[in-house]
């Protein structure tokens, strides 16, 4: 008769405080994550978003839905409403 072994390792297993926190990055998004900070900060920073939101709208957008957080709430939980007005520069 043969044993069914397990997957399962005996050794190491799960132990209080052990892995990375919740939450936290790992070292390769924290590095990608510095570096496009650095990058930004030589473009110079919110003027260079400016400048990409009057040139590429679309491009813009779709990063603020991906940065923005899915759910806003008041102070006292009820919804709020938010208005986004784009006025376009006369120059």
Do not use: W
Request: proline share 4%; with cysteine; hydrophobic share 35%.
């Amino acid at each position: 008769m043969i044993e069914k072994q397990s997957n399962k390792s005996t050794k190491g297993g799960k132990r209080p405080g052990a892995g990375r926190p919740k939450g936290t990055l790992d070292k390769g998004n924290a590095l990608i994550r510095e570096m496009a900070c650095k990058a930004l900060e030589n473009l110079g920073g919110s003027s260079y978003f400016e400048d990409v939101a009057r040139t590429h709208p679309a491009a813009f957008l779709s990063l603020l839905a991906k940065i923005l957080p899915t759910q806003i709430t008041g102070g006292d939980g009820n919804n709020l409403k938010l208005l986004v007005e784009f006025i376009k520069s006369e120059s």
